[in-house]
């Protein structure tokens, strides 16, 4: 079965900064999908950012990019220019493709980022 | 909004009743799926709904069951309920088995269980 580690339980970072929240994953799977979701204290589930594993290039949405390592298994999420409004719980998540069958994803435990003014 | 319609938003209920939480998914969507996150945890999926038929079971309790409806609602039964059992219950929806574009989720059941 296909698991999901955050290794970081709570990180905080100045407004206007850059943060980095670590995620990574274990999966005899050659083909995926890999996402953040984040959880703002509304705890309203929001899509981030997705990444499809046979894409070499690392995604990005405006502030939002990962670091993808297939190989290393990491899927990593930078937050640049850090505004009060990104703070929230964040969740990695993992997908099979849908030919191996109907799979859920699979979350992680989540990392609380807390952005300081 | 994200198209994904759950109700109610809270509940609260004593130990040993029985409750249905509803979700209506987004339009198009075939796909139900329902996870549970407990208090500062992350989501469990507990099962998934395919156009009417189970497609996927999780970590659900035998206490629990759904369905999914001609009209592609959903309805997540609970029944003897135990302190436990309190958490955030999450819907979500998506176009196909799981295509790779993630889910939509809805805002959320909040159960609290006295």
């Known amino acids: 079965a296909q698991t999901v580690t955050q290794s970081q339980p709570e990180m905080s970072v100045q407004e206007a900064e850059t943060v980095t929240l670590s995620c990574t994953y274990d999966?005899?799977?050659?083909?995926?999908?890999l996402f953040w979701y984040k959880q703002p204290p509304s705890r309203q589930m929001i899509l981030v950012i997705r990444?499809?594993?046979?894409?070499?290039q690392n995604a990005t949405e405006n502030r939002f990019s990962v670091n993808f390592q297939k190989a290393a298994k990491s899927f990593s999420l930078k937050i640049s220019d850090s505004q009060l409004g990104d703070t929230a719980m964040y969740f990695c998540?993992?997908?099979?493709?849908?030919?191996?069958?109907?799979?859920?994803?699979?979350f992680g435990k989540g990392t609380r980022l807390s952005v300081i003014a | 909004d994200s198209g994904v319609t759950q109700t109610p938003k809270h509940l609260i209920t004593a130990t040993g009743q029985r409750v249905t939480l509803r979700c209506s998914p987004r339009?198009?969507?075939?796909?139900v799926y329902w996870y549970q996150q407990s208090l500062d945890q992350g989501l469990q999926f507990l099962i998934q709904?395919?156009?009417?038929?189970?497609?996927a079971k999780g970590n659900i309790l035998e206490r629990f069951s759904a369905q999914q409806f001609p009209d592609l609602h959903s309805e997540l039964n609970l029944s003897s309920l135990e302190l436990g059992d309190s958490a955030l219950y999450f819907c979500?929806?998506?176009?196909?088995?799981?295509?790779?574009?993630?889910?939509?989720f809805g805002s959320g059941t909040r159960l609290t269980v006295v």
């Open positions: 979500a929806s998506s176009v196909g088995g799981g295509g790779g574009y993630g889910y939509t």
């Open positions: 999966t005899s799977e050659n083909n995926y999908y």
């Open positions: 990444q499809e594993a046979y894409k070499q």
């Open positions: 998540a993992f997908m099979k493709p849908r030919n191996s069958g109907n799979t859920p994803l699979v």
């Open positions: 339009s198009g969507d075939l796909s």
């Open positions: 709904y395919y156009n009417g038929e189970e497609r």
